[in-house]
């Protein structure tokens, strides 16, 4: 597989992925997807990587999904796309993270917002910059979380906040995510490459084999299991995706006005 929109790189234990559309946030295509999924299945099988990097080119992490994407925009049938976008291109981007035998580090700069918050959120350790912020964005067009949100957000950080994150949609600082449990540690922005490089080295020096178990036994301590949220999520983002709302968030979007929702 030849990689465009992700840049994919090998230092001696270490793998690293940069999601690779900086003039969009590292915004979330098919075409993209489909390289994460590709970049992070060839790191799983490569015995000689035993920690993962997964970070973004440019100012910010990642911005979700890419709201231009033509199937979004083709009216009838918008939420089957949806759906199928998140059974065919994001789930199995998230089960290579969960089902990965090795650490994956989120490297984050800038804004994580929506789907690109739930995919940094997805990997095992997460460091930020100072100046990055998390961002459950999906009430803002009229959607519900997904890309597992719903399944790590009460995990990390309990119901309460949980549900005030994904109902207001509101910035959290990488300080403030670091104090709620969020992520594991905020650094310095002039910090944060070489910590999480740092990191990954310790990790890459580590139990992979415990590690991979480790990883394992969390993934399975849900009472539903992980698949079966993801299964629900979509169910749910589907009739999310159905609404009046959603329309206008994402016609009010690429307006750049803010939206008017009518609760239909
Ligand atoms: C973008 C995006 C973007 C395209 C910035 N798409 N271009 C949904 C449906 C289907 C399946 C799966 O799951 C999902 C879940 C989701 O992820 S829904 C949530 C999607 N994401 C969002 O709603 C976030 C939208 N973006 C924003 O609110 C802002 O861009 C943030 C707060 C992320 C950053 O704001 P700024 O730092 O002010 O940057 P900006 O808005 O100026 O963006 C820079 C450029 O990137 C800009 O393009 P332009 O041509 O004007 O320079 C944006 O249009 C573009 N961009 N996000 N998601």
Request: one cysteine or more.
């Amino acid at each position: 597989m030849s990689f465009n929109l992700v840049i994919l790189e090998r230092q001696d234990a270490i793998g690293k992925i940069t999601l690779n559309r900086p003039e969009r946030l590292n915004a979330l295509c098919r075409p993209l997807l489909q390289e994460l999924r590709g970049a992070l299945e060839a790191l799983a099988e490569d015995r000689s990587v035993r920690a993962v990097v997964l970070t973004g080119e440019g100012r910010g992490f990642c911005a979700g999904q890419d709201l231009s994407e033509p199937a979004l925009h083709e009216g009838a049938g918008i939420d089957e796309e949806v759906a199928l976008s998140l059974d065919r291109y994001y789930h199995p981007v998230l089960l290579a993270i969960a089902d990965m035998e090795k650490p994956v580090i989120a490297q984050v700069q800038g804004v994580a917002a929506g789907a690109g918050c739930n995919l940094a959120l997805a990997c095992d350790i997460v460091v930020a910059g100072e100046s990055a912020t998390f961002l459950q964005a999906f009430t803002r067009i009229g959607l519900v979380p997904d890309c597992g949100g719903s399944w790590i957000l009460p995990r990390l950080v309990g119901s309460a906040r949980a549900k005030a994150l994904m109902l207001l949609a509101e910035e959290v600082p990488a300080s403030e995510a670091e104090r709620i449990g969020l992520i594991y540690r905020c650094l310095p922005d002039g910090e944060l490459a070489a910590g999480a490089q740092a990191l990954a080295q310790r990790l890459a020096q580590g139990p992979t084999k415990a590690y991979g178990l480790i990883k394992q036994a969390l993934k399975e301590s849900g009472a539903e299991g992980y698949g079966a949220q993801l299964d629900l999520e979509r169910d749910l983002q589907k009739q999310a995706a159905a609404s009046g709302d959603f329309r206008e968030g994402i016609t009010a979007f690429a307006a750049k006005r803010p939206p008017r929702f009518s609760g239909s």
